[in-house]
């Protein structure tokens, strides 16, 4: 039965102590002016009001609905929680992308373009730091007997808590095992909304995560890679928000380099270790990557930072490679 | 952030292109490592209830504004720039994130500011080093204490130098070091470093300011810290947007620069390399009248 008052909608969800425990943390509350709200010994401020639609997606309409009823004069922003304009990436932000992919060095344009663009990219999704990953994975280059591409390799990145805010720091091998995988070998956007929602695509749930999508980075039908957006929140990926992530996945295209863009023909992903096996080996990516430059360099033959990084990673997934099936 | 071409030379420019689409991604992130280092935005003010209209002047693409904004949707805050290019991109920044409790204005920091006197509790500045030359300071902070209620907060924060195992590191410092004295905007009376962080509590006691305080911030920029990647990305955006400034004032060679930015690269990636870089926050009141 439906409740009769958001205060007792309210009082509903936080009878569950892990969700009540959920809402103080992100609404940054004493648990208890939450019951106090619940009894009706204290109003909430209007922006408390607002904050309690972010932070219960799934309840969002039933809570909107009622909270209007008990304060006619709260606005109540439309289009779920978000104002127009902020479902749309703006004029400015591709005139911003366009300028940096125009006038950075070849060797620089990956990293500068998706740099700026993950940052404008998380800003937008989540603009209250519910708590969001937004990573760039993208094919490795052909390879092996096959000379198909085996994997995508997670090398952009940045998060709001409780994840690191530079996903950098944390590189990986995705493959079929993956969402992001997925994505790459159907060639369109996937959204998981929940955990608990049964699916038959494939997901490697990581710390944190409740929902997630996976986009392409598509350039006239080939394929270069990946973006992959995680949120703590179940159900987040609302229709407007992956509208923005294809946007967004779009912006991408300029960060990689025509010959980085794959046939659908040429993706053949093979199963990666976990990220637990993974982490083993590429513990010491950075010194390898950092070693590379600094040897090249004493020969006389200099390297750049994304010429290493290659080799880097070319060299592990080899490494990881043989290991991938035995330890999926 | 000034790109003022009417003005004597050395007089505001910014080191970096302010138009640049790059400067604007390296200032978002500078704000953002830099606010985490100093344990964030308003970290030293143990009470914010008198504080409800913020100023953050040479505001650039508005990182620390719109931190504040969204930490406190009570406060309003005002970011103020010269450069009508970052002042479009806040702009856009506060569009696609829905906040309504700050906004961004065109306005020189060298000329009257455009407020009336005493509209904000507190006014910010964060890095004027590269922004202003020491003969711009008094006429700033006279305007910051007109512009402050009485009983208002003033806090400026600005680094030295940073401490580092690396070679190159610590060679493009001296380069960055020497480009303020050729151009005249060191406040180092033998050239040996940035020298603002000791003039900002004399600066702020000239022009009125009083219970003046400082806090000093040590970040960690080490391989082993978990945000040793926001310090490289720092590093890796910063040298080589300064890189034209240094060549227009002949302190290096596109030759020398580049083996030296990518031993720079290099070295902090490597997993030996420590850093300390020290910033200080100095904090002054309009005295009540």
Known sequence: MGASSWRELLGRIIADPQEKQRVVNELGVNPITLIRWVKGEVVPRDENLRRLLEVLPAQREALAQLLMEAFPTLVVPSGQDTPEEATRVPAEFYSRVLNIYVATPPERRFWSVSDLTIQLALGQLDPNYLGMAFVIAQC????????????????????????????????????????????????????????????????????????????????????????????????????????????YAELLTLACRTEEFYALEDIELKLMPSPEVQKAYFVHYRQRVSDLMQEASRRQSPITIAQAERIVWEDLETELSGLAVSHY | MSTSSDRPENRTRFVADPESSETMAWLLNADKVLTKGMGGTLAEQADLSGIKRVLDIASGPGGWALEVAREHPEIDVTGIDISDSMIRFAKALVTSRGYNNVRFLVMDATQPLQFEDASFDLVNARTLFGVLAPRDWPRLLAECKRILRPGGIIRLTEPEAPLSTSPALNALWEMAIKSFVVSKRSFSRDGRHLGVTL???????????????????????????????????????????????????????????????????????????????????????????
């Open chain 1, 140 to 247: 490795m280059p052909p390879a092996g007997a096959t000379h198909k591409i085996r994997s995508l390799r997670q090398n952009a990145g940045r998060g709001t808590p409780p994840w690191n805010a530079y996903l950098e720091q944390e590189p990986l091998l995705l493959g079929a095992e993956s969402l992001a995988g997925y994505a790459v070998t159907v060639g369109h956007l996937v959204v998981q909304q929940s955990r608990a929602e049964q699916t038959h695509v494939p997901a490697r749930w990581v710390e944190w995560e409740e929902s997630a999508v996976a986009c392409p980075i598509f350039l006239g039908g080939r394929i270069a890679g990946c973006v992959v957006v995680s949120s703590t929140q179940p159900g987040y990926f609302l229709p407007f928000r992956q509208r923005l992530i294809e946007k």
């Open chain 2, 199 to 289: 003039a900002l509590k004399p600066l702020l006691r000239e022009a009125g300011f009083e219970h003046v305080s400082h806090q000093g911030h040590v970040l960690d920029i080490s391989s082993a810290t978990e945000d040793a990647e926001g310090y490289r990305v720092n590093f890796r955006y910063a040298i080589n947007l300064v890189k034209p400034f240094y060549l227009k004032l002949g302190l290096t060679t596109e030759e020398e620069f580049e083996p030296l930015y990518n031993q720079m690269l290099a070295e902090m990636l490597a997993e030996d390399f420590s850093g300390y870089w020290m910033y200080v926050t100095v904090r002054g009141e309009k005295p009540q009248e």
